[in-house]
C-alpha cells in the first residue's frame, strides 16, 4: 500500500514528518538529502523517532538514547535489542508516498498490547 506523506519541499533536510497511521510512521530526510521511513515508535519503549535527533543515517530516541539505522532498522546502541521496522520510499512529482512494509512491526510490549485492544 503506497501512502502519500508529504510533498518534499515541506521536509527540510535534518527532520522528519510522523504519519499519524497505526502504527505511526515516520519518515527522515537526511541532511545528505536521502529519504527514509521507518515505524515511528521505538522498540524499547514507547516513545516518538520522530521526535528524535537524526545524525547522518541514524535516529536516537529521545527517551533512552537507542539509536537506529534508518537504512536497515538495526540497533545501533542500546537499550533497544531489536530492530525497528524499515519501509520503502518513492519521491514522485515532488511527492514522498511511503510503501508499507509487510512484515510484522517490532513494537514494545505495552503499545503491541494496546493496539491489540488489550492493556496498555
Known sequence: MM??????????????YRLDIDPPVSVFHTDDGEVFAIDDTCTHQDASLA??????????????????????????APPAKRPVRTHAVHVEDGMIYVQLSTDAPNLPPCVAAR???GPA
Not at 501512502?3 to 522528519?16: M, S
Not at 535527533?53 to 545501533?76: I, M, N, Q, Y
Request: one cysteine or more; proline letters at 7%.
Open 3 to 16: 501512502i502519500p506523506a508529504c510533498r518534499l519541499v515541506d521536509l527540510p533536510r535534518g527532520e522528519a
Open 51 to 76: 521526535d528524535g535527533w537524526l545524525e547522518g543515517c541514524e535516529v536516537e530516541c529521545p527517551l533512552h538514547a537507542s539509536k537506529f539505522d534508518l537504512r536497515t532498522g538495526a540497533v545501533d
Open 115 to 117: 493496539l491489540a485492544g
